[in-house]
Every structure is written in structure tokens, then in C-alpha cells.
């Protein structure tokens, strides 16, 4: 598609067509691409041997840096030949989105396919109350399609027992519950929400807890060999604290000794992912398994994340902070080494699981995320979204429609062509007052379908009486 120019926008912006809205929507190359429109294939697809629903497995890293994918532009020191084995066998996206700049928001839109805003989820700090239990998530969908389900890592949607993994979905759960952090090494009983679980019950583990993820994730998918299954693997690598073994600390010398240790950390996540693409292969499920990798948020700064040309970092809603490394392949259905730069958003997992899986979701809510697999495979060139939407519910937020963007930090506004500056250096707020109107129109439009934070109503409870006892 051609671009659209400002009197085209400006017609459509309001009640125009989604293909309008987004600039030049499909695949394409350019390791930092930032228009959507072009879809290149660097090798076939697979022939199908089976009409047999395929194995998910959905991989999330935590706050990984979009340059810290060798298979993106990135720094010298970064190697990741399992993630890069990835994007051999599939599609690499060049503009997708976490759903939220902070870990637990995006988890619930991941889980529901909905923005998390809908249901009041806006911040980590939700995550204490947790995922509502109105919502469905996908592998209580999947359950019904006869799937096997477990989530191994990192759960963070929830910490009471009627929140936890094996009431929304799992069949098996091995990790933690949350919130953000969690020590690689003393894997001991502790509390709630930082003991390590095995099911419903916490156990005193050992060992290095990427590690044992991975071992996890290949003993559930061979003891599921013989029946369609959901692995959900939401690593806690890399996000802080920077903890390492040793042996994987000195493989690195950047100058930079923290540095050195989430380059470590992230060594031993890769490698991690290749035992789970090994046991894929060796139990001859390689060919007919989705499987789905991206980062939770952008890069954080505390862990010394590169977001490359891309600026700021997590919670932050520039492109540091919500653009993420992304990577679906399907040997058995999807092309192999093709890059796609169509705009799409962590929400769009569910829905393109769903259709793989040949299941439904219910027609009794909105859904947010689209099925990526025709833009995946090539074979449509209207836009998946009319706009993608971020809000933490407080001080920032951002419209993407087509290239541009439209933002908001604490009330100021700033406005980027992503086509000609991804590093968003350039701000045409001044320039584009029209294109801005429109941009913020649709964006309080969206905004006023949202729900109100669920934590939100406590805090004022406790701000109020505070308030009242100094009255006295």
C-alpha cells in the first residue's frame, strides 16, 4: 500500500477504514524497520503432514532490550543463536508491541487477548489484586480443545489462591507468583509471592532458576508427547536482580561488569530456549508447534538493556519502552526466515493461537488482539490495526496509527513520523496541530471505553481515612 499522506489521514482518522489508518500495512526487512508494508520470504513453508491441531509453546522474556537479539541490529556482545534459530524457521517482526511498558499489564492483556485497560489492569502494582476472575484466559480455552496446559516461570497476574495459575487454566504450574523479581539463586521457601511453587504448594528448590525452568518446560512437553499441548514459559531472565553463574559471567568483557552479567543472564536464557526447540525436534513436535517469543516490555535501564536506535527504556511509553523483539514460527505453516514490519501488539497472541488451535473465544466481550497469521504469511495487505493504544492509567500514554505516534508524559504532547525517526528525536507537534487533534481524538475515544484501576479504589479508601484520622 501507498503511503498515506496528512489530507488523507486527516479524512479517515475519524471514521475511516483500518486499512487508511495504518501507513502501508504488511512484512518486510530492515533489522530496525519502522513502516509496515512489505513482506519478504527467505525460505518456504513447510508442507503440512498433518491436519492434527499444533503444540503452543509461548515464550516471554523479561525486560530484554530490542537490541539484545543478534537476529536485530545489535551490539557486538550479544549472541543469541537460539533465538536467532527461531527467526530461521519463522517470521521476525521488526514493529510489535508489548501491550504495556511494565511486566504484569502486559501479562493480562497476553492471557486475554484484551487491552488490560478494559478490565482496570494498568500497573504492576494490579497485580496484587490480580487478573479478574471474569476474565477468561487462553488456556481455559484450550483446556476445552483437549490441550494439556502448564505455565512454568513467572506468573504475576495474581498471588491469592482463587488468582493462581491452576484456577485459570494450567493443568501444571512450577515458578513464582510475582511481583517483579525474584532471586536466581536462593530458591528456598519464603513467602507467598516469592517461594518458588510446584503446583499449589511451595517447595525448597536449588539450582539457578533459568535452569530449572528449561528442565521444566522439556519434561512437560515429553511427558505430553502423545496429545496436543500449551506450554507457557514466561521467563524472570533478564530482569533484575543480575545474577549469573560464574562460568557464564567470564564469557563476557565488555568493560562493563553488570554489563557482563545480564549478558550472562541472557546467555543462559537462550540456551534455555534451545533445550525447549531441542525437545521439540527430538520428540518430532518441531514441525507442528506455534511457537511465539517476545519481551514482556522494552529494555530496562537498571539491567543494563540496549534498546539500540530505539529511545528510553521500560516505563516509558517511547519506543524504548513498548517496542519489543518478536518471533513466530510454525515450520508446518508459516514461512521460514521472513521479517514483517506490520504493526502488531502482544494482545494478537491469543487471537492467532486460537485460530491455530481451531478454537473460539466467547462472543459475550471485546476482543482487542487480530490473528497475525495472514499478515504472517503474506497474504493480506490491509493493516491488522486501525491504531494500537498505551496507557498506565496516570501520566503517560501513546496512540500508534500507521507511522505516526502521538504521545503524552505528564501532560505534555509530542508527536513522530516512526517512518523517518524511530529514535523519536524529532517532535511535529508544532508542525502537525490538525494531525495531532485527530491523533488525541482517537485516543480519548478508546480511553473512555476503558475501565476504571482496580487497585485504584483501595488507595483512595486509604488515602481517605489517612485524610480523616489527622483531621482529628
Not at 527467526?87 to 492471557?111: D, E
Not at 482496570?120 to 502494582?125: D, E, K, L, M
Not at 506468573?155 to 536466581?184: N, T
Not at 478508546?446 to 482529628?472: D, F
Request: aromatic share 10%; with cysteine; proline share 5%.
Amino acid at each position: 500500500m501507498e503511503n498515506l499522506n496528512r489530507r488523507q489521514f486527516l479524512s479517515l482518522a475519524i471514521g475511516g477504514t483500518a486499512a487508511a489508518l495504518t501507513a502501508a500495512g504488511g512484512c518486510g526487512s530492515g533489522p530496525v524497520a519502522a513502516s509496515a508494508g512489505t513482506f519478504r520470504l527467505g525460505g518456504q513453508t513447510s508442507a503440512a503432514r498433518t491436519n492434527a491441531p499444533p503444540n503452543i509453546v509461548l515464550i516471554v522474556s523479561d525486560d530484554q532490550g530490542y537490541a539484545d537479539a543478534s537476529c536485530y541490529d545489535h551490539p557486538k556482545e550479544v549472541s543469541t543463536p537460539n533465538i536467532d534459530r527461531l527467526a530461521r524457521q519463522g517470521v521476525r517482526l521488526t514493529n510489535a508491541y508489548a501491550s504495556a511498558y511494565v511486566c504484569a499489564p502486559t501479562r493480562a492483556g497476553l492471557l486475554t487477548g484484551r487491552y488490560q485497560q478494559r478490565f482496570g489492569f494498568y500497573t504492576g502494582g494490579d497485580s496484587r489484586i490480580g487478573l479478574p476472575l471474569s476474565e477468561i484466559t487462553i488456556a481455559d480455552l484450550l483446556k476445552k480443545q483437549g490441550y494439556a496446559t502448564a505455565v512454568i516461570g513467572k506468573w504475576h497476574v495474581g498471588i491469592q489462591p482463587q488468582y493462581r495459575p491452576l484456577k485459570r487454566g494450567f493443568d501444571e504450574f512450577y515458578g513464582f507468583l510475582g511481583h517483579g523479581a525474584h532471586d536466581y539463586f536462593d530458591l528456598s521457601i519464603t513467602d507467598d509471592y516469592t517461594s518458588i511453587y510446584s503446583n499449589e504448594k511451595p517447595i525448597n528448590d536449588t539450582g539457578y532458576l533459568t535452569r530449572n525452568l528449561a528442565r521444566h518446560a522439556v519434561s512437560f512437553i515429553e511427558r505430553n508427547r502423545s496429545r496436543p499441548f500449551f506450554l507457557y514459559l514466561p521467563f524472570s531472565a533478564v530482569h533484575w536482580p543480575l545474577q549469573a553463574p560464574p562460568e557464564y559471567i567470564k564469557r563476557f568483557n565488555t568493560g562493563n561488569k553488570d554489563r557482563d552479567i545480564y549478558l550472562a543472564m541472557l546467555a543462559c536464557m537462550d540456551e534455555a530456549i534451545g533445550d525447549v526447540l531441542n525437545a521439540l525436534k527430538r520428540n518430532g513436535a518441531d514441525e507442528n508447534t506455534l511457537v511465539i517469543f517476545f519481551s514482556d516490555n522494552g529494555g530496562a535501564k537498571r539491567n543494563f538493556a540496549n534498546n539500540g536506535v530505539l529511545r528510553d527504556y521500560k516505563q516509558s511509553v517511547y519506543e524504548g519502552g513498548i517496542r519489543v523483539p518478536f518471533i513466530v514460527s510454525w515450520p508446518a505453516k508459516l514461512p521460514k526466515a521472513a521479517v514483517c514490519d506490520e504493526p502488531v501488539i502482544s494482545l494478537d497472541v491469543m487471537p492467532t493461537i486460537l485460530s491455530a488451535a481451531g478454537a473460539f473465544a466467547p462472543n459475550d466481550r471485546i476482543y482487542d488482539g487480530k490473528n497475525m497469521l495472514p499478515v504472517l504469511r503474506g497474504q493480506t495487505k490491509k493493516p491488522l490495526h486501525k491504531a494500537l493504544f498505551f496507557c498506565d492509567g496516570s501520566d503517560q500514554w501513546a496512540v500508534r496509527a500507521g507511522k505516526w505516534k502521538l504521545l503524552s508524559r505528564k501532560g505534555s504532547l509530542e508527536l513522530y513520523n516512526l517512518d523517518i525517526d524511530i529514535g523519536e528525536t524529532n517532535n511535529l507537534a508544532s508542525k502537525e496541530p490538525d494531525l495531532l487533534k485527530k491523533l488525541k481524538e482517537l485516543y480519548n475515544k478508546w480511553r473512555a471505553q476503558m475501565g476504571e484501576q482496580i487497585s485504584r479504589p483501595k488507595k483512595r479508601a486509604n488515602k481517605t481515612k489517612k485524610n480523616r484520622s489527622k483531621q482529628k
